[in-house]
């Protein structure tokens, strides 16, 4: 990576960071509307590519390379969820041939969610992961690679243990039973 891209890159983390401050005290009050209103358009402005409006992204939640992210209609991202988009094993691997490397090298691979989709809190979504539409994913999953429409999956790494229907009428069964809360 050239000097002055990796100095845009800083600049830009930095700016990133300060704006999000006063989004991230709007979350923590428990202001969502507001602070997912000014968070999308930083998000935006950062690089990141929404194909329509999320519900909710937390605000904990770690984004590599925003804009080597693409984002569905109507996403829900939960806190502490990790989005890589990096990885700089590439470095320690070239070394360990006898590379003779100038600087560290990174391999970037992006990540892109299709509409509808859930991230369970403390999730790591790993480069290159494509997501389809209408997906659940498990609280503390690690999902990499290419993920199905309409599935419904948890664990590291993550497997699909539902589809989305199976996982539709098991919520709707604890509705009944009175578990649910409206928010
Ligand atoms: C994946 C999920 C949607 C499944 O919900 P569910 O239908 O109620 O599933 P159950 O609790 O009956 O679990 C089904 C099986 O998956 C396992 N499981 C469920 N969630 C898991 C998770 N996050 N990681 C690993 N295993 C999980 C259960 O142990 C169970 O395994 P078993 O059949 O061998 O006993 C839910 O567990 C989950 O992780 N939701 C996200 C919660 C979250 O992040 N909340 C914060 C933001 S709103």
């Known amino acids: 990576m050239k000097k002055h891209s990796r100095l845009k890159r800083l600049v830009g983390r930095i700016g990133f960071r300060l704006a999000k401050l006063p989004l991230y005290c709007l979350a923590m009050l428990n202001q969502h509307r507001l602070y997912m209103r000014f968070y999308v358009r930083l998000l935006r402005a950062q690089g990141m590519k929404l194909n329509g409006t999320p519900r909710y992204i937390g605000a904990t939640t770690y984004f590599d390379d925003l804009d080597h992210v693409e984002l569905g209609d109507r996403v829900v991202i939960s806190d502490d969820v990790i989005f890589l988009t990096h990885d700089y094993s590439a470095t320690t691997a070239l070394l360990a041939t006898g590379a003779v490397l100038k600087s560290d090298i990174a391999l970037v691979r992006g990540i892109s969610l299709g509409r509808n989709v859930f991230?369970?809190?403390?999730?790591?979504?790993?480069?290159?992961?494509?997501?389809?539409?209408n997906v659940v994913v498990g609280a503390g999953s690690v999902v990499r690679g290419k993920v199905p429409s309409d599935s419904v999956l948890i664990g590291n790494p993550a497997k699909i243990i539902f589809t989305i229907q199976e996982y539709a009428e098991r919520c709707q069964r604890s509705l009944d039973s009175g578990l649910g809360r409206l928010d």
Do not use: A, L, V, Y
Not at 119 to 133: E, L
């Open 119 to 133: 991230i369970g809190k403390r999730s790591i979504i790993m480069p290159n992961t494509q997501i389809g539409d």
